[in-house]
């Protein structure tokens, strides 16, 4: 999914993400955790802002050209790791235990099956020590019975190629089922500079997974409690909202 083009721009596509801001309400749901495994880590964008010298922190990515760029941005820095491989490899392969566990940016809808599903919630638990907490995000499904997600048209100007501009033209296709979406974004990219304007397309594949697929999950592989916030981490979403945050604690 990530290996092809998009791997190779996809810092510049999403500049404008405040991992930040993100990585400041990680921390205040788990300060100072000594070690953190970030599941779906892309390029190290959360990482970049958790890093301390006093923890550490394995990332984890299917994507071998993201595990590249990632590897690079993060060259010398002792306290941080990169995995290539999903989390059930990365769990049959290390018997370190973690503090806190992340998977953000959507990293559960790129899972497209149920016993997939299963095999990450398990490998995750199985990963954290008792007691610490795992942070993910993901689309709403109620959001989407409410209204489905239109076609839409992204500018967006380079903020690692001088004089470089993308425009990013989405079209979204559904499949609904009974306690699932199957969403497919079609993306056409147009990239224009000074010397040349050239295209490229790629696809997204999403299943959107209803709440009682994630609280079946929660519920036989962490502690029943769990809260459901908005994406920016404020309490009480709603079927308008249509990315949402959980917090599970092992």
Same mark, same amino acid.
């Given at each position: 999914?990530?290996?092809?083009?998009?791997?190779?721009?996809?810092?510049?596509?999403?500049?404008?993400?405040?991992?930040?801001?993100?990585? +400041?309400?990680?921390?205040?749901?788990?300060?100072?955790?000594?070690?953190?495994?970030?599941?779906?880590?892309?390029?190290?964008?959360? %990482?970049?802002?958790?890093?301390? +010298?006093?923890?550490?922190?394995?990332?984890?990515?299917?994507?071998?050209?993201?595990?590249?760029?990632?590897?690079?941005?993060?060259?010398?820095?002792?306290?941080?790791?990169?995995?290539?491989? #999903?989390?059930?490899?990365?769990?049959?392969?290390?018997?370190? $235990?973690?503090?806190?566990?992340? &998977?953000?940016?959507?990293?559960?809808?790129?899972?497209?099956?149920?016993?997939?599903?299963?095999?990450? !919630?398990?490998?995750?638990? #199985? &990963?954290?020590?008792?007691?610490?907490?795992?942070?993910?995000?993901?689309?709403?499904?109620?959001?989407?019975?409410?209204?489905?997600?239109?076609?839409?048209?992204?500018? %967006?100007? &380079?903020?690692?190629?001088?004089?470089?501009?993308?425009?990013?033209?989405?079209?979204?296709?559904?499949?609904?089922? &009974?306690?699932? !979406?199957?969403?497919?974004?079609?993306?056409?990219?147009?990239?224009?500079?000074?010397?040349?304007?050239?295209?490229?397309?790629?696809?997204?594949?999403?299943?959107?997974?209803?709440?009682?697929?994630?609280?079946?999950?929660?519920? $036989?592989?962490?502690?029943?409690?769990?809260?459901?916030?908005?994406?920016?981490?404020?309490?009480?979403?709603?079927?308008?909202?249509?990315?949402?945050?959980?917090?599970?604690?092992?």
């Amino acid at each position: 999914m990530y290996d092809n083009e998009l791997a190779e721009y996809y810092d510049d596509f999403y500049s404008a993400k405040d991992y930040q801001k993100e990585s +400041e309400f990680i921390e205040k749901i788990s300060p100072s955790a000594p070690r953190i495994l970030d599941v779906g880590c892309g390029t190290g964008g959360h %990482i970049k802002h958790l890093t301390k +010298e006093t923890n550490f922190i394995q990332g984890v990515d299917i994507s071998t050209l993201m595990i590249k760029k990632a590897t690079k941005k993060f060259e010398g820095v002792k306290n941080v790791s990169f995995f290539n491989g #999903d989390i059930k490899d990365f769990a049959t392969q290390h018997d370190n $235990k973690f503090d806190l566990g992340i &998977s953000l940016f959507n990293v559960v809808n790129h899972i497209m099956s149920q016993r997939k599903l299963e095999d990450f !919630f398990k490998s995750i638990s #199985d &990963s954290l020590n008792n007691g610490a907490h795992f942070i993910f995000d993901c689309f709403n499904f109620s959001a989407f019975i409410r209204e489905k997600p239109q076609p839409y048209l992204r500018k %967006i100007k &380079s903020s690692h190629y001088p004089n470089q501009f993308y425009e990013i033209e989405s079209t979204p296709t559904f499949d609904y089922r &009974s306690e699932t !979406f199957m969403l497919r974004l079609n993306n056409k990219v147009t990239i224009k500079n000074d010397k040349e304007t050239k295209y490229f397309t790629y696809t997204l594949d999403h299943v959107i997974w209803s709440h009682n697929n994630f609280k079946e999950l929660i519920d $036989k592989y962490f502690k029943n409690e769990y809260k459901v916030l908005k994406a920016n981490g404020d309490p009480n979403p709603s079927d308008s909202d249509y990315k949402i945050k959980f917090i599970c604690t092992k």
